[in-house]
């Protein structure tokens, strides 16, 4: 059979999971990556980061929504995935993922977004008129009360759910990563270490994701970059990646010294089909070399421009990396038989259904969002919103 080397069991000819599922959690990590980046300053009273705090927040909301679609276009009955809640089966990892997928949507994030533009929205309704005043008349749903002690209660609550949502980011993650992690019958994937790098990943992707959008976006709108803050984020983009790492080198070092029945295999599909997507694009150019950049804006002192384009470059670097793991956690982890005797490829379709046109489309979906909701809610002026001036070092673009 064309592109089957050795013995293949006929149901492992054709991977059962595509690239709609490496898509998954991709997105879901640059969701609980944001809102990560976000409770630095919410919850941990790290200032530097405020500029990028509102920003971190609708990258994660405009992310979130996309974040089903994929599975909802692998299913064959995308309307069957509505039977999660009417049936609830407690047992079953895939099945509550809706009911965690719902709590973290409507109750975490969508809750703290509302608490922090409540002043911003009605102070718009109130100057606004025609459809713009009906529409954000609805976003305030009809709570116009903004005095002192309103806002210092938004403010109060709107920090506890915050906290809330930091163990729920690491459930909504973590669980995808339990999920592989839980498949016994492969060893790619069955190692308790799975939901643990899934989730520092995902903290490094979507903290990558922000750093790179608010550069871009300040580029974009000719406005200085807040240097104290985009140095403050890549030092935490740095002291994350450095842990990723160690816990993925740490799971490596021990599948070399355990060395089962399944370590040959494993290693011949590093050293030959995922050697470009796991030694090239995941090690080399995602991991050690934005590692490396990094570091060298810790111990040298270069000029504002040059740490900004080292910064964004990085970033980049860093998500092709992220999804190169992805892609060989979910792709990797099917091209190799249960008896150890044969490989399969993956071939990638196009216009198909689970093609490479609708991963590009779901990849530009979430962004097409943020621009709508940057509309909406502008996270700009946070400074002023929040009534507390605060000293930055800048650089003009």
Not at 316 to 331: C, D, E, K, P, Q
Request: hydrophobic share 55%.
């Amino acid at each position: 059979m064309p592109g089957v080397q050795g013995f293949m069991y006929p149901n492992e000819v054709e991977l059962q999971w595509s690239i709609l599922i490496v898509l998954y959690p991709f997105i879901t990590g640059l969701v609980a990556g944001a809102f990560i980046l976000a409770s630095l300053e919410r919850v941990f009273n790290v200032q530097a980061v405020r500029p990028t705090y509102r920003l971190a927040l609708l990258t994660a909301l405009a992310f979130l929504l996309v974040a089903p679609l994929p599975l909802q276009l692998h299913l064959g009955h995308p309307e069957r995935s509505f039977e999660m809640y009417l049936t609830p089966h407690t047992t079953s990892a895939m099945a509550m993922f809706g009911f965690v997928y719902l709590w973290y949507l409507m109750v975490v994030l969508v809750v703290e977004i509302w608490l922090d533009y409540r002043r911003d929205l009605v102070l718009v309704w109130r100057e606004s008129r025609g459809l713009k005043r009906a529409l954000y008349g609805v976003l305030t749903l009809g709570s116009d009360n903004i005095s002192p002690a309103a806002l210092r209660i938004d403010d109060k609550v709107g920090r506890f759910v915050t906290i809330l949502g930091i163990p729920s980011a690491f459930l909504l993650h973590g669980y995808v990563g339990f999920i592989f992690g839980s498949v016994k019958a492969n060893p790619w994937w069955s190692t308790p270490m799975m939901p643990i790098v899934f989730l520092f990943s995902a903290i490094v992707s979507g903290i990558a994701m922000v750093l790179l959008l608010y550069i871009v976006l300040s580029w974009w709108r000719r406005a200085a970059i807040d240097l104290r803050c985009v140095d403050t984020v890549a030092k935490y983009l740095f002291f994350a990646f450095l842990v990723d790492f160690a816990l993925e080198m740490l799971d490596l070092i021990h599948r070399i010294y355990e060395a089962d029945e399944s370590f040959r295999a494993l290693d011949f599909m590093v050293h030959t089909k995922l050697f470009l997507s796991q030694i090239v694009l995941q090690i080399l150019l995602g991991t050690l070399l934005p590692i490396a950049m990094l570091a060298v804006v810790q111990v040298a002192r270069l000029a504002p421009r040059a740490r900004i384009n080292l910064y964004a470059a990085a970033a980049v670097l860093t998500l092709v990396g992220i999804f190169a793991m992805r892609w060989n956690v979910v792709i990797g982890g099917q091209l190799f038989s249960k008896s150890f005797l044969g490989y399969t490829t993956y071939k990638l379709g196009f216009a198909t259904r689970e093609g490479l046109l609708p991963a590009i489309l779901l990849m530009i979906l979430p962004f097409g969002i943020l621009a709508a909701l940057l509309r909406v809610l502008p996270p700009w002026e946070d400074a002023a919103v929040h009534g507390r001036e605060i000293q930055v070092e800048t650089a003009p673009l």
